[in-house]
């Protein structure tokens, strides 16, 4: 017997979109030789949809949408994930569809509230397993953080389930795929079932989902194992001789090199962020500098040279090697490219600021002023011919600042804004190994804001390697400042990238949405307020 795996890239409330999505999947599916065709978590619905789920028209439309479905009476078995409502409320949802009919509906019984899920927020718990039996096979259902913990995969075990069935939106980040592995390994030496993984593909926002469907049978041994970032229908075949079925052997596509992943899932989360807004391209500030260089080498990968258009706006602080290198980068992926001084601007501006600022020096308000003019000139490009900007700072400069309000934090995506600067480095030269289009001297010379003369980063701040290091202990892990002078770091650099963090939540709050790909981003899994008291311990002291 063949099933059908349906790792496919939903869109946010488009139902009838979804719906035809999930018909045509089941049409080829049928075509194929399957039997059951498996969507992932809320594939109905898309993931997540956040706040939609507080109103009643939403789940009418989803309703109206599963029943479409079911009555289309295909000759399979369709398990379809949509949010669910029964009476006053809310749940996340998987309905079997068979023989024109929604013959039964599972209730998630794990809700995570942690990170970026907000699930408790919407959805009631379920408690009942369900078990539905095709042509001698019984499969047990379960949805995502489900079997994250026992009980769910055991209580479907106990109901007679000989193969369990996972219906997932679990968001990338580095290394996700090693612990999804590995928590089914644990559901099957405990339930001794083999187990089915359909994930979700595609970009939500933020939110990156990468798919990598797996299959893992009886002892363990991952059978199947579906490509990364790609929508794809797959089809897997059970032996049904004997009393119990075994997957057979299937294609196991190489997990991807970490490097490679998270090109992938910056590519994905561009592409689907233009796509699914309706944006005809983008728009993008060109510096001669690592980070803007990476952007639009994504940007390009993503989207296509023809959608992608990059401004150089120099200023008299400009280096010329800046202006070569981006011309250069602009000429090799032959994209539509502009040069637009800013320095008579700048001098209007001074000369309008001339009484305010008379007698005193030359300082962060004039380096600011600088990268506010090339913002308003990139805003003026995007509303003119609708192209949206892409930002192009990084982690490391929206942790601790380094970066300006209205200025070159002004723009619709910010598609490095969970890249830290050493990785930022590191995927340029892994872009480069596929075909060199990134300019060596860009990747090596020192990054410079160049809004002052002779300006490098490491004036400010401390280097990379030691500020990324300290930014992840404190945000990712939450350690304490204490601990993270414990583990060998000055106390100075401690001191001074903590304190960054913390004075400037104010303005990662007005930074556009970007892609996520560690397992905690500045975003949605990360709420700090921005008036606060507390401050953090740096002399190592430990309260009782």
Not at 350 to 370: I, R, S
Request: proline letters at 5%; a negative charge; hydrophobic letters at 40%.
């Amino acid at each position: 017997m063949k099933l059908a795996l349906a790792q496919f890239n939903f869109t946010v409330g488009d139902f009838s979109g979804n719906a035809e999505m999930i018909l045509t999947a089941a049409r080829e599916a049928v075509a194929g030789g399957a039997r059951l065709l498996i969507t992932p978590e809320l594939a109905l619905a898309g993931y997540p949809p956040e706040d939609l789920l507080l109103r009643d028209d939403f789940y009418q439309s989803c309703d109206f949408a599963l029943r479409h479905i079911a009555t289309q009476k295909l000759d399979i078995a369709l398990l379809v994930g949509h949010p669910h409502k029964i009476g006053d409320k809310h749940y996340n949802a998987a309905s079997l569809l068979r023989n024109g009919n929604i013959e039964a509906t599972y209730l998630k019984h794990i809700l995570p509230n942690h990170s970026v899920f907000d699930e408790e927020r919407y959805f009631s718990k379920g408690s009942a397993p369900l078990v539905f039996e095709l042509e001698g096979i019984s499969f047990g259902v379960v949805i995502c953080a489900d079997v994250w913990e026992p009980e769910p995969a055991m209580l479907a075990r106990k109901a007679g389930a000989s193969i369990l069935l996972a219906l997932n939106a679990s968001p990338y980040h580095m290394e996700k795929q090693h612990t999804r592995h590995q928590v089914m390994r644990q559901r099957n030496a405990e339930t001794g079932m083999a187990s089915i993984y359909v994930n979700l593909v595609g970009g939500q926002d933020e939110l990156v989902f990468d798919g990598a469907s797996f299959v893992v049978n009886q002892s363990g041994q991952i059978m199947h194992q579906l490509p990364a970032f790609t929508e794809t229908l797959s089809f897997i075949e059970l032996d049904t001789a004997g009393t119990a079925a075994n997957i057979k052997p299937g294609t196991i596509t190489p997990q991807l090199a970490l490097e490679a992943s998270v090109y992938g899932a910056l590519c994905l989360g561009v592409k689907d962020y233009i796509d699914k807004n309706h944006f005809p391209g983008v728009v993008l500030g060109l510096s001669g500098g690592i980070d803007s260089a990476l952007t639009l080498a994504i940007a390009v990968d993503a989207l296509g040279a023809e959608r992608v258009r990059a401004v150089m706006m120099p200023s008299p602080y400009t280096a010329e090697i800046s202006l070569l290198d981006a011309r250069e980068m602009a000429l090799i992926l032959n994209v539509d490219y502009s040069e637009i001084p800013i320095q008579t601007t700048f001098e209007g501006f001074m000369q309008a600021l001339g009484n305010d600022f008379k007698d005193m020096p030359f300082d962060l308000a004039e380096e600011n002023l600088q990268a506010r003019i090339r913002g308003t000139l990139l805003m003026a490009l995007s509303n003119k011919f609708g192209s949206l900007v892409l930002t192009t700072g990084n982690k490391s400069e929206m942790g601790v600042g380094y970066s300006t309000l209205y200025g070159d934090m002004a723009g619709g995506f910010a598609v490095l804004k969970d890249v830290p600067k050493t990785l930022v480095y590191r995927l340029a030269d892994y872009r480069n190994k596929l075909s060199p289009i990134i300019p060596q001297r860009i990747i090596t010379r020192a990054p410079s804001a160049e809004l002052r003369l002779d300006q490098t980063d490491q004036d400010s701040l401390p280097p990379y390697p030691v500020l990324d290091a300290i930014m992840e202990m404190y945000v990712e892990y939450d350690q304490s400042p204490a601990d993270i002078i414990d583990a060998g770091f000055k106390t100075e650099d401690v001191r001074r990238v903590v304190t960054l963090i913390d004075r400037n939540e104010y303005k990662r709050r007005q930074a556009p949405v970007g892609v996520r790909i560690t397992h905690r981003g500045f975003g949605k899994d990360r709420r700090y307020p921005i008036t606060s008291g507390y401050r953090p311990d740096f002399d190592g002291a430990r309260k009782v």
